[in-house]
Structures are given as structure tokens and as C-alpha cells.
């Protein structure tokens, strides 16, 4: 595992609080986005789509602690858009790590070398940088030539300035299990933490739906992927059976409370990626008024082919307190690549989403 003995005992400690108190449904991760605007039109994304209207929106520090302290979360991931462009983010990071909360700080990397003196190294601050492929496949998902030689070159001079960094990978369509290892060979020789990975899902702000893998796609590719890499040093910052569930040996149901998003429309519902169900005034609003049963793969159609940990990382640490010996054995041996995959989940919902 990427994560050190300090975040992962800071986490467990609020996780068995929760569960002490007998709360079902409590935050992991904050997905903060304090704005849209971004300097990539990454083919993935829908976040730049909106009028400029909206992309000049911003949250402000107080309503970016505010939601912090709404929330409760241990855990904090600031995304976008491209945080670095807001003004305020070197504050609100710095008030968030005074408060000892873990800071995620998700960025394509363009501009860290200029703003990394605004920020001293801590075990609570983490740069997440994106690098979805190698060379030609990042820079093609990114729309512009040149962005995954600056992302490393950031990935660099942060590791020299001894801040903590991890890797953040998508995976969409057309990747196999060959490039996908010798990519996430190459994350590991820049001696990054971990990495974050996920299959690209086609959720609803983004049109280009020919990218983004189909459930069954995810789980095989995951499965190959994984085959691949015993023995070969790769470090995640997930939970092992969060990767157990990308290589389809289990049959979670999704737990999007786990990973609320606060953006400049508020809190949204149910997820970071999905807004279907709009958006409540405060967070209390969004646990107790949101219709979670409604959401998910086999509730919701448009939630049939998505795997992502913002859905299904809180379900697998809920797994592992709940089954720590399955943990440790998964830990041990790593998720099983062959034999049957676990069942998927019924479908309740009327008509049945695109599955290959």
C-alpha cells in the first residue's frame, strides 16, 4: 500500500468512531471543487462546457472550510477544473492542514512548478497529478501536445522538494493490460507514493461516450492488468479490495455518501460525477433528504457501467472493517485474476443500461 502509517491510522480511528456510534452513512473523502474553469478541454471532462458565466465562479475560503467542517471528512480532494488557478487555494489548503485534515490536491501539473513555493511539504498535503497513459495517449486525452512531459517534469521537482505526490490514472477505452503495465512501471520508477487508478466512465457531462469502457470491459482489463503485475512493485493509494472489486471478484453496491462533492452549485447528488438528482443547500440535507436507493449499478441506468472509486472505495473499506481477514488474505495473495467473476448486481431499474 502508498499510504502512510499516519493517514491510515487517522483514517481507522475516525472510521471505528463512526461505526461506534452506529452511523451508517459518514464521509471518507470531501470531493471539494472550488471552481470548473480549467486550462486543459481534456476529452474526459465536462467541466469546461459551462457558459463563462460559470466558469468565473469561484468558492470562497470560508464556504471551502465551511464544508470541510460540514462534512467531517478526514480526508479532503480539491479538483476541478485546475485548482491552482483559484487565487485562494495556497489559504485554503494551508487552513485545511491546520484542522489535520489529509489534502489531496488534484492537478494536470501545468502549473505546480510556478505555485510550489506556496506550499511547504507536510504528511498532510499529497499533489495528485494526472497522468492517464503514457506519452501519446495522455496528451491526446488532454487535447494538447506537451502536457504529459510537463506533468512529469512537475511530478520531478515536487518528489526533489520532498512533498508527497501520487499518480492519478484513468483508464478508457483502447488502453490494454500490455501498455497499462508498462505505464504503471514507468509511475513507479518516478518514485511517486501510489497511484489512484479507475476506468473512465461515461457519466452525463461528457459527450465523447466512444472513450469509456463498459463494466464487463473494466473488469476484465483490471483483472489482466493485475495478472501482470505481482511481483512487479506497483504501490496503490486504494484499498486492496477496492482492487479486488475492479478485477470483478466482488459485487459491491455503490456508497456515494462516502465521497460527497461540494462545488459552486452546492452539495451535489448523489455523486462527484453524476447530478441527476441536483444539488442540497447543506450537507446534513444531502445525507438525510437524498433518495440514495435510487442510484447506483442496477438502480439507475446511467449508473450501470461505473466502477470509480468516489463510488465504490468507501463500500470497500467498509468491507475490510467489516472482514478484516478477507482483507488480510487479499493483501497477502492479491486479487484473484482467474477463475469466475462475482455475480453483478440485480437490475430493479426499468430498462437495463448499454452492457457489452
Same mark, same amino acid.
Given at each position: 500500500?502508498?499510504?502512510?502509517?499516519?493517514?491510515?491510522?487517522?483514517?481507522? *480511528?475516525?472510521?471505528? *468512531?463512526?461505526?461506534?456510534?452506529?452511523?451508517?452513512?459518514?464521509?471518507?473523502?470531501?470531493?471539494?471543487?472550488?471552481?470548473?474553469?480549467?486550462?486543459?478541454?481534456?476529452?474526459?471532462?465536462?467541466?469546461?462546457?459551462?457558459?463563462?458565466?460559470?466558469?468565473?465562479?469561484?468558492?470562497?475560503?470560508?464556504?471551502?472550510?465551511?464544508?470541510?467542517?460540514?462534512?467531517?471528512?478526514?480526508?479532503?480532494?480539491?479538483?476541478?477544473?485546475?485548482?491552482?488557478?483559484?487565487?485562494?487555494?495556497?489559504?485554503?489548503?494551508?487552513?485545511?492542514?491546520?484542522?489535520?485534515?489529509?489534502?489531496?490536491?488534484?492537478?494536470?501539473?501545468?502549473?505546480?512548478?510556478?505555485?510550489?513555493?506556496?506550499?511547504?511539504?507536510?504528511?498532510?498535503?499529497?499533489?495528485?497529478?494526472?497522468?492517464?497513459?503514457?506519452?501519446?495517449?495522455?496528451?491526446?486525452?488532454?487535447?494538447?501536445?506537451?502536457?504529459?512531459?510537463?506533468?512529469?517534469?512537475?511530478?520531478?521537482?515536487?518528489?526533489?522538494?520532498?512533498?508527497?505526490?501520487?499518480?492519478?490514472?484513468?483508464?478508457?477505452?483502447?488502453?490494454?493490460?500490455?501498455?497499462?503495465?508498462?505505464?504503471?512501471?514507468?509511475?513507479?520508477?518516478?518514485?511517486?507514493?501510489?497511484?489512484?487508478?479507475?476506468?473512465?466512465?461515461?457519466?452525463?457531462?461528457?459527450?465523447?461516450?466512444?472513450?469509456?469502457?463498459?463494466?464487463?470491459?473494466?473488469?476484465?482489463?483490471?483483472?489482466?492488468?493485475?495478472?501482470?503485475?505481482?511481483?512487479?512493485?506497483?504501490?496503490?493509494?486504494?484499498?486492496?479490495?477496492?482492487?479486488?472489486? #475492479?478485477?470483478?471478484?466482488?459485487?459491491?453496491?455503490?456508497?456515494?455518501?462516502?465521497?460527497?462533492?461540494?462545488?459552486?452549485?452546492?452539495?451535489?447528488?448523489?455523486?462527484?460525477?453524476?447530478?441527476?438528482?441536483?444539488?442540497?443547500?447543506?450537507?446534513?440535507?444531502?445525507?438525510?433528504?437524498?433518495?440514495?436507493?435510487?442510484?447506483?449499478?442496477?438502480?439507475?441506468?446511467?449508473?450501470?457501467?461505473?466502477?470509480?472509486?468516489?463510488?465504490?472505495?468507501?463500500?470497500?473499506?467498509?468491507?475490510?472493517?467489516?472482514?478484516? #481477514?478477507?482483507?488480510?488474505?487479499?493483501?497477502?495473495?492479491?486479487?484473484?485474476?482467474?477463475?469466475?467473476?462475482?455475480?453483478?448486481?440485480?437490475?430493479?431499474?426499468?430498462?437495463?443500461?448499454?452492457?457489452?
Amino acid at each position: 500500500m502508498g499510504v502512510p502509517l499516519i493517514q491510515r491510522f487517522s483514517v481507522a *480511528r475516525y472510521i471505528l *468512531r463512526q461505526r461506534m456510534n452506529g452511523r451508517r452513512r459518514y464521509p471518507l473523502v470531501l470531493m471539494l471543487e472550488p471552481l470548473f474553469r480549467c486550462n486543459l478541454t481534456c476529452a474526459g471532462c465536462g467541466k469546461t462546457d459551462y457558459p463563462e458565466e460559470v466558469l468565473k465562479r469561484r468558492l470562497s475560503m470560508e464556504e471551502c472550510l465551511s464544508a470541510a467542517e460540514e462534512c467531517g471528512a478526514p480526508i479532503v480532494s480539491i479538483a476541478g477544473g485546475e485548482p491552482l488557478i483559484h487565487e485562494e487555494i495556497p489559504r485554503i489548503v494551508a487552513a485545511l492542514l491546520k484542522q489535520k485534515r489529509f489534502v489531496y490536491l488534484c492537478t494536470n501539473g501545468l502549473l505546480l512548478k510556478k505555485h510550489l513555493n506556496a506550499y511547504a511539504p507536510s504528511p498532510y498535503l499529497t499533489f495528485s497529478i494526472h497522468l492517464d497513459g503514457a506519452r501519446e495517449r495522455h496528451d491526446a486525452l488532454a487535447c494538447r501536445t506537451g502536457v504529459f512531459d510537463s506533468a512529469v517534469e512537475a511530478i520531478t521537482v515536487a518528489l526533489q522538494r520532498q512533498f508527497r505526490v501520487t499518480v492519478n490514472c484513468t483508464l478508457y477505452e483502447g488502453m490494454s493490460a500490455e501498455e497499462a503495465s508498462a505505464h504503471f512501471d514507468f509511475v513507479m520508477g518516478l518514485g511517486v507514493e501510489g497511484m489512484t487508478v479507475s476506468p473512465g466512465y461515461s457519466h452525463s457531462g461528457v459527450f465523447e461516450r466512444e472513450i469509456f469502457l463498459s463494466r464487463s470491459r473494466s473488469r476484465q482489463l483490471f483483472r489482466d492488468i493485475l495478472k501482470r503485475g505481482r511481483d512487479r512493485g506497483w504501490r496503490f493509494n486504494q484499498t486492496t479490495l477496492f482492487l479486488n472489486f #475492479l478485477a470483478g471478484n466482488e459485487s459491491y453496491v455503490c456508497t456515494p455518501w462516502g465521497n460527497p462533492t461540494r462545488n459552486i452549485f452546492g452539495w451535489q447528488r448523489p455523486c462527484y460525477l453524476c447530478a441527476d438528482g441536483g444539488y442540497a443547500a447543506d450537507f446534513r440535507a444531502l445525507i438525510d433528504e437524498t433518495d440514495w436507493d435510487s442510484y447506483g449499478p442496477g438502480r439507475n441506468p446511467r449508473c450501470d457501467n461505473c466502477m470509480l472509486h468516489s463510488g465504490f472505495e468507501a463500500t470497500a473499506v467498509n468491507d475490510l472493517f467489516a472482514h478484516p #481477514l478477507k482483507g488480510l488474505y487479499v493483501s497477502l495473495r492479491g486479487p484473484a485474476t482467474d477463475g469466475p467473476m462475482a455475480p453483478e448486481l440485480p437490475v430493479t431499474h426499468g430498462r437495463r443500461g448499454k452492457r457489452e
